[in-house]
């Protein structure tokens, strides 16, 4: 079969298209043959190696974590899909195996999916809807008639997470350039920014809760128009903390991790048309290294996909 590998750390231009064995699953695997898989910028981050004391990755190593497929073969300890059955999956990220045509996955990160849904749009809930899902409802708390802003909603996780905010209740404000600014709207937000030409500390005070995947300046800004026992949740890189600690504002670095529960919970979304994925550009498993440059170039819209 084909996948897309790496030999070691690297750069983008790093990756091959291979003819690799299939993969044979362990005794609680599920064999799925890959329809379509969504890249993240984590795996641009696990290629050069900046998230390697978490996940250390062994080489050759399958990139990839997010897919959605049809049920080849299982192991003889699954009991939750069959061959045939059409389902969603994140991988462990040090385990990859996503940007290939079959992936072999531990029957936990496999969220069965009804037949009557396209299952490539699908592709895109497993990391990134599960973290705005994480952000917003674990660590964020979101209540009804909360305040919320949502930096990049035009986003992967952005554009999951201004559709969760809404359903929750919350009174969403999200920040867009001004190209994505109806899709933002369109998505539920009660309030937009354009980023680039707008200060957004302007236009919000008081805040309950930002959901930020942006970082430096972004965050600390944010910091600014939240109130007092308000909190920040952010995703891109660890940052500190005790600052905002002791101005009252409660900030937590989220770190997501493959949690069947949250898959379970936004896909039932997904699967009731409650939860739209916004689908940017698709590739070919063989353009891999265009699609992941692409990805590192910003400014994608929802999701980017590899058809496979
Ligand atoms: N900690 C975790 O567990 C976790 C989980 C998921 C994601 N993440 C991280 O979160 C970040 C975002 O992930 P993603 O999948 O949402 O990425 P993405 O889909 O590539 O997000 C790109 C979006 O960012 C917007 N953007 C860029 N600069 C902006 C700014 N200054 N203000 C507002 N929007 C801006 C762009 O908007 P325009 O095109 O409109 O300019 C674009 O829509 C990444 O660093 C990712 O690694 C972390």
């Known amino acids: 079969m084909k996948a897309a590998r790496i030999h070691a750390y690297g750069a983008i231009d790093d990756i091959r298209i291979e003819d690799v064995p299939e993969p044979v699953p362990g005794l609680d695997d599920v064999l799925i043959r890959v329809e379509a898989a969504a890249l993240n910028p984590m795996d641009n981050k696990l290629l050069a190696g900046y998230l390697k004391d978490f996940f250390p990755l062994a080489f050759p190593y399958t990139l990839g974590t997010d897919l959605a497929g049809t049920v080849v073969a299982t192991g003889p300890l699954v009991a939750t899909v069959r061959p045939g059955d059409r389902v969603i999956a994140r991988t462990d990220p040090a385990s990859g195996g996503a940007f290939a045509e079959l992936a072999a996955v531990p029957a936990r990160l496999v969220v069965p999916m009804s037949a009557d849904l396209p299952l490539a749009s699908l592709a895109g809930l497993p990391t990134a809807a599960a973290s705005a899902w994480q952000a917003l409802f674990e660590a964020g708390a979101v209540q009804p008639g909360q305040s919320v802003l949502i930096h990049a909603g035009a986003g992967g996780v952005g554009s999951f997470a201004v559709q969760l905010a809404k359903r929750a209740g919350a009174h969403v404000t999200a920040t867009a350039s001004a190209a994505n600014l109806d899709l933002v709207r369109s ?78 919970a936004v896909a039932a979304l997904a699967t009731d048309g409650r939860l739209q994925s916004v689908i940017g550009q698709e590739f070919a498993l063989a353009d891999t290294v265009e699609a992941l440059r692409s990805l590192s170039k910003g400014g994608a819209r929802g999701k980017t996909l590899l058809m496979v």
């Open 187 to 264: 998505l539920g937000a009660d309030g937009v920014i354009d980023y680039r030409n707008q200060d957004f500390t302007a236009f919000a005070t008081g805040l309950d809760l930002v959901i930020d995947t942006i970082g430096g300046e972004t965050l600390e800004r944010s910091l600014g128009i939240i109130r007092r026992g308000g909190k920040l949740i952010g995703l891109s890189a660890p940052f500190d903390t005790e600052g905002p600690k002791a101005r009252g504002i409660d900030a937590q670095f989220l770190f997501h991790q493959s949690d069947a529960g949250r898959l379970a």
